[in-house]
C-alpha cells in the first residue's frame, strides 16, 4: 500500500506542474491508474485509503487549498463509482470502470465548483468534461489494463 501511495502521489505532483496545453482545468489524471491497480489487487477500503492519503498530501503538495476541494469531491464521486462497479466488468474491461469514474470525478469538480462560486453557469462546461472525461478515462485505464496484465504475467 505505502508504495501505491508514493506513486500515486508522484504522479499527481508530477502531473500537477505540467501546464494544461488545451482546455484549461482538464488533466489526464494519471494517478487514477493507481486507485485502478490498488482497486483490482489490493480490494475497496485499501484503495480508498490510498486515495484519501494521496488527495491530502498531493493538496499539501502542491499547495493549494482549491486542490483539496476539487480533487476531494471529484476523488470520492470517482471512488464510489468505480468501487461499485469494477468488479462488474471483466478485467480486459476496466478501462470501462474507468471512464464511468471519470465522468463522476468531473461531476464532482463540477458540483464543487458550482457551490464555491455560488453560481450553476459552471454547469455550461459540461459537455467538454465529459468529452474529456471519456478521453482521459479511456487512457488511463487502459494503461490499468495493461499494467494489471503484466502484474499476473509477473505472479506466475
Known amino acids: 500500500m505505502s508504495i501505491l501511495t508514493a ?8 502531473e500537477a506542474q505540467i501546464p494544461s496545453l488545451t482546455i484549461p482545468g482538464i488533466k ?3 494517478a487514477n491508474i493507481i486507485t485502478l491497480i490498488a482497486l483490482v489487487f489490493l480490494g475497496r477500503k485499501q484503495a480508498g485509503m490510498i486515495l ?7 493538496s499539501i503538495f502542491v499547495g493549494s487549498v482549491g486542490t483539496i476541494v ?3 469531491t471529484g476523488g470520492v ?3 464510489i463509482v468505480m468501487s461499485l462497479t469494477v468488479y462488474r466488468f471483466p478485467p480486459q474491461q476496466l478501462w470501462v470502470v474507468s471512464v464511468l469514474g471519470a ?6 469538480q463540477l458540483l464543487a465548483a458550482a457551490l464555491v462560486m455560488r453560481t450553476l453557469a459552471v454547469f455550461a462546461y459540461t459537455p467538454v468534461l465529459l468529452i474529456s472525461a471519456v478521453i482521459s478515462g479511456g487512457f488511463t485505464g487502459l494503461c490499468a489494463v495493461y499494467i494489471c496484465k503484466y502484474q499476473k504475467w509477473i505472479k506466475k
Do not use: E
Open 7 to 14: 506513486l500515486a502521489l508522484i504522479v499527481f505532483i508530477i
Open 28 to 30: 489526464l489524471g494519471l
Open 52 to 58: 484519501a492519503v494521496r488527495i491530502i498530501l498531493g
Open 70 to 72: 476539487f480533487s476531494g
Open 77 to 79: 464521486l470517482c471512488y
Open 103 to 108: 465522468i463522476a470525478h468531473n461531476t464532482g
